[in-house]
Nanobody
Framework: QVEFVESGGGLVQPGGSLSLSCTAS???????MGWYRQPPGKQRELVAT?????????KYADFVKGRFTISRGAAKNTVLLRMNSLQSDDTAVYFC????????????????WGQGTLVTVSS
């Protein structure tokens, strides 16, 4: 199993910035971490991912348009998401995510999800 500690959500004004942090822990190996979001009344969508290896390869959704940056923190299995120039349509519950595997999964990669943290962009 994998447990997540998510932080950084809150209320910001349009044009403002916010940083999210997620730390994963547990007995399974973590290959990739990232953030997804679910706006009100819409489906969950990918925001950004990063591989948990020496390459730290990143992937971003098109709507980020250079505004968001995902990175690995100094702490074990920690990822950061810096969000700049936030707009009202960035309002969503942001979920930390990890690709994990271990003996209990037969070394098949499965999804692990955090509980989510709410980001509200409003004046």
């Amino acid at each position: 199993q994998v447990e997540f500690v998510e932080s950084g959500g809150g209320l910001v004004q349009p044009g403002g910035s916010l940083s999210l942090s997620c730390t994963a822990s547990g007995s399974l190996y973590i290959y990739k971490m990232g953030w997804y979001r679910q706006p009100p009344g819409k489906q969950r969508e990918l925001v950004a991912t990063i591989t948990i290896d020496d390459d730290s390869s990143t992937k971003y959704a098109d709507f980020v348009k250079g505004r968001f940056t995902i990175s690995r923190g100094a702490a074990k299995n920690t990822v950061l998401l810096r969000m700049n120039s936030l707009q009202s349509d960035d309002t969503a519950v942001y979920f930390c995510h990890a690709d994990v595997a271990g003996e209990s999964t037969g070394w098949i990669i499965v999804d692990a999800w955090g509980q989510g943290t709410l980001v509200t962009v409003s004046s």
